[in-house]
């Protein structure tokens, strides 16, 4: 495939190497900073001859970019986190098939990352009817990272309370009482340089049970983008990174059984 890269940071280098990596080629490099990349701003004429684009950049830019990206017709992969207020915005736009016109979104692409989630709600599933356990979550990343807490975490959270019989909402700010029984707590922790670590803890008087995901580098991420591109082929529509692992695993389990 032909791809445009719009974000040319620490992220963006990191899928030209994996999509270098699978054989792919980068067609241009798009970055607001003009130390970097080939353009400052996306525009259609820089999607001519591209097959897709993936995009780990600014929230504000996302619907623009998405309608650029449909009326071009080419898949999308949409890693930039911040945007959830216009996911119906962006969802309209995609709600009419055109041909190639395909956008994939989520919060993280690490395919170990999305395995722990959906290890993390089985155990919910399992767990949360027994009164003993508990369930509380935490996550650290580096000092840049600009939200909090990460939108993996939120996914994650969102996920256990779907599962959990016990658990009804996200608790994300200090605690200054006594946690409520329906209440699940997501804390942060912000310094360094970690790549990120996410925690979901079931803890009981007897024992804990701890299921962790920790990223060593931005590669597993990257990676995870390129190959959402390349799922997208051939289809059109509105994806989520849910969706999209969902339709790795019930392959593996095919190929198993």
Not at 4 to 22: F, H, K, N, P, V
Not at 56 to 61: I, M, Q, R
Not at 176 to 202: C, M
Request: net charge negative; glycine share 10%; hydrophobic share 40%.
């Amino acid at each position: 495939m032909k791809v445009l890269i719009c974000g040319y940071g620490r992220m963006g280098q990191e899928i030209e190497a994996a999509l270098l990596s699978r054989g792919h080629e980068v067609t241009a490099r798009v970055d607001p900073d003009p130390n970097r990349g080939d353009a400052r701003s996306l525009s259609a004429e820089l999607l001519n001859g591209s097959d897709g684009v993936i995009e780990f950049s600014l929230p504000g830019g996302v619907v623009t970019n998405a309608a650029i990206y449909y009326s071009a017709g080419v898949a999308a992969v949409v890693g930039t986190t911040g945007w959830e207020a216009d996911r119906d915005a962006v969802r309209e736009i995609y709600h009419a098939e055109k041909a190639g016109a395909a956008l994939l979104y989520g919060s993280n692409f690490s395919i170990g990352a999305n395995l722990f989630r959906v290890m993390s709600e089985f155990a919910a599933q399992i767990i949360g009817p027994i009164q003993d356990y508990d369930v509380m979550m935490f996550e650290k990343h580096h000092s840049g990272k600009q939200d909090s807490p990460s939108g993996t975490a939120i996914t994650v959270a969102e996920s256990v309370l779907n599962a959990h019989p016990r658990k009804n909402r996200i608790v994300t700010n200090r605690l200054d009482r006594r946690i409520e029984p329906n209440e699940l707590h997501l804390a942060s922790l912000r310094g360094g340089s970690v790549p990120g670590t996410h925690s979901v803890e079931f803890d009981s008087p007897a024992d804990t049970i701890s299921i962790t995901h920790t990223a060593r580098n931005r590669g597993g991420f990257a990676l995870g983008a390129v190959l959402g591109l390349e799922w997208l082929s051939g289809r059109t529509g509105f994806f989520s990174v849910e969706e999209f692992i969902e339709d790795v695993v019930a392959q593996a389990r095919r190929t198993h059984d």
